[in-house]
């Protein structure tokens, strides 16, 4: 039978829309009429909706767009509105449809009475399994306005980090994007043309070096050469990326981003933050330490930093403190180790925990701040090196050819 979409008003006075299917158009609107709803539109389905284009949503939701829904949302519930009123204003002003639709699925399910976490995570909306589980215990405690506001806070700091790292990393990512524009082009125009007015003038053999690139820039410009450099360039990437999926590929990959220079730093520093900061915020949100630790394990990027906070969580289980287990795999720094045991033995190891994230947040600013700078030796350096062997190949022939003339 055909699918129909319809837009009606209940007799209250509320808006509603969905699909229907019927006969005709005739018995849909009969069906939408038993129902009391009052029609405003109605249109049937044909295949694909070129209408439709502009509800198309393209990947996940911007955590920007999290971070302010977030923070609205903290903000209504704090001035006294109900979550159903507050939902319906949050659906009125956003202006993503993706997550247009799914937030009235969640209004319509707490409005019936269902929970705010349970709603939010029946449809995966804004919220992770960590945020959830805050959610769920803000509910129980009546403390949920003080949690989102928690939510709002951690999103806003994880969207700042992610923006300053990728700020940081554009200007090194044009330079050597540039780098490989350059070489391809003299690779594949600048060599054959040298090589070609070589053999013209009657050179004999070309220098070593400038052989070496003619093969490369013969087997590159060759249809069947092209395809197989593609085609060993993609196995390369999936070949990594199969391999990281493994426990022993992980391991080792991880392992050696920690040890990488400059950005092995940068990585044990933001796993410090996400850590601290978690774990201080699952602590003060009444989370017992056992599943904080576990859920902040479970949020961690590199395996060896999960590891080493599940490790914890076993321990403490059994009635261990936490500082020891922590400091068994060796990637998480001294200071924090030994802040964390002061914590423990004072008491006030959600203040301490509060202190770390600051203060590493700070290392972590002043890393991306500089990493252009850091990173000038290293691009001098493949810059200077591909530029000399550059004109190593182009001119020696031409110096040769002058020779023989």
Known sequence: MPNYTYKATKPSGESVSGDITGENRDAVIGKLHEQGLIIIAIDEKLGFNFGNLSEVQIGGIPLGEKVVFTRQLATMLAAGLPITKALEILIDQTKLNKLKKSLTDVYKDVQSGMGMAASFRKYKVIFNELQLSLLEAGEKSGNLVEIIKQIAIDMQKSASLKGKIKGALIYPAIIFFAIIIVVLVLVVFMIPAVKDL?????????????????????????????????????????????YYRTPSGRSVIDSLMLKAPIFGELQSKIMVVQMTRLLQLLIHSGIPIIDSLTATANSLGNIHFRNSVLYAAQEVAKGSPIAPPLSKSKVIPLIVLRMIA???????????????????????????????????????LVVGGLVGLLAIAVYLPIYQIAEFV
Do not use: C, H, W
């Open 198 to 242: 070589y053999e013209d003038l009657g050179g004999g053999e070309l220098p070593a070096i400038t052989q070496a690139l003619v093969v490369i820039s013969d087997f590159i410009t060759n249809p069947v050469g092209l395809l197989l450099t593609i085609s060993f360039v993609l196995a390369i990437v999936f070949g990594i990326r199969g």
């Open 342 to 380: 002061t914590g423990e033995e004072t008491g006030t190891l959600d203040k301490i925990l509060t202190d770390l994230t600051l203060f590493y947040e700070e290392q972590v600013a002043e890393i991306t701040d500089n990493l252009t700078k850091l990173m000038e030796p290293l691009i001098l």
